[in-house]
């Protein structure tokens, strides 16, 4: 599943969410601190892990 990570506004704290694709356009998830709804989604990078063939 996709990690996202956040910026909470009213406790200003950052952190980072594991969410499926599903809940993420949902738009449902809070701050696990205080709960609150005023996130800001945070650029990140990323990488992908494929499997080689020998």
């Known amino acids: 599943m996709p990690t996202y990570e956040f910026y909470c506004e009213k406790c200003k704290k950052a952190y980072e969410l594991v ?11 809070r701050c696990p601190k205080c709960k609150s709804t005023k996130l800001t989604q945070q650029i990140t990078a990323f990488t992908a892990i494929t499997s080689s063939k020998s």
């Open 19 to 29: 969410l499926t694709v599903a809940e993420y356009d949902k738009k449902k998830y």
